[in-house]
T-cell receptor, first 115, second 115 residues
Framework: DADVTQTPRNRITKTGKRIMLECSQT?????MYWYRQDPGLGLRLIYY???????NKGEISDGYSVSRQAQAKFSLSLESAIPNQTALYFC??????????????FGSGTRLTVV | AQSVTQPDIHITVSEGASLELRCNYS??????LFWYVQSPGQGLQLLLK??????LVQGIKGFEAEFKRSQSSFNLRKPSVHWSDAAEYFC?????????????FGTGTRLTIIP
């Protein structure tokens, strides 16, 4: 099994619908992140969580919300999806004990299309 | 805030030729630096990282990168590319202070390999 699992892998949804992307990890890491990837823009941080009770907005949090249900689970929700939220979404984890020196472990991504 | 610039959007090289992908960062202190690779349809895989010590770091798949503080650069190199190296490459910078380990990514460089 993958260390960081994202579900679903692909999703097509309609404008205005609520959708949840899920992420679970078996790394035992404290810190979890949601990024979106758009062509030519790289990866941009949506939300991050340093532990279950610590959730923070990233650079592009508008239109998104998150829930950290447990150390191992971090979900991203689009309350009312719009077409410009069509993107590839990545979940990532890191270990607080390393101080960030070892980078992130990424999931395989969720490709979301809003029509 | 830290930032990362990858000036080359797309690079094409012949199989067997050498490769250098450029990365420049902006950060007041010594950062943590990373190169990730994303193969088509895949997540991001860590190629190599730098956080202290020897400024020439070796990574997986025959890649290396050199940290040059005076030039604020962390360029990725490979002496001889293989067709399987065709992918998108992302440079990332992280803060080197404990408690705030968020990565900022560049916009990526797409590498095409021609026979």
């Amino acid at each position: 099994d993958a260390d960081v699992t994202q579900t679903p892998r692909n999703r097509i949804t309609k404008t205005g619908k609520r959708i949840m992307l899920e992420c679970s990890q078996t790394k035992g890491h404290d810190r979890m992140y949601w990024y979106r990837q758009d062509p030519g823009l790289g990866l941009r941080l949506i939300y991050y969580s340093f532990d279950v009770k610590d959730i923070n907005k990233g650079e592009i949090s508008d239109g998104y919300s998150v829930s950290r249900q447990a150390q191992a689970k971090f979900s991203l929700s689009l309350e009312s999806a719009i077409p410009n939220q069509t993107a590839l979404y990545f979940c990532a984890t890191s270990d607080a004990g390393t101080g960030g020196r070892y980078g992130y472990t990424f999931g395989s991504g969720t490709r979301l299309t809003v029509v | 805030a830290q930032s990362v610039t990858q000036p080359d959007i797309h690079i094409t090289v012949s199989e067997g030729a050498s490769l250098e992908l450029r990365c420049n960062y902006s950060y007041g202190a010594t950062p943590y630096l990373f190169w990730y690779v994303q193969s088509p349809g895949q997540g991001l895989q860590l190629l190599l990282k730098y956080f202290s010590g020897d400024t020439l770091v070796q990574g997986i798949k025959g890649f290396e990168a050199e940290f040059k503080r005076s030039q604020s650069s962390f360029n990725l190199r490979k002496p001889s590319v293989h067709w399987s190296d065709a992918a998108e490459y992302f440079c990332a910078v992280g803060l080197s202070n404990f408690g705030n380990e968020k990565l900022t990514f560049g916009t990526g460089t797409r590498l095409t390999i021609i026979p």
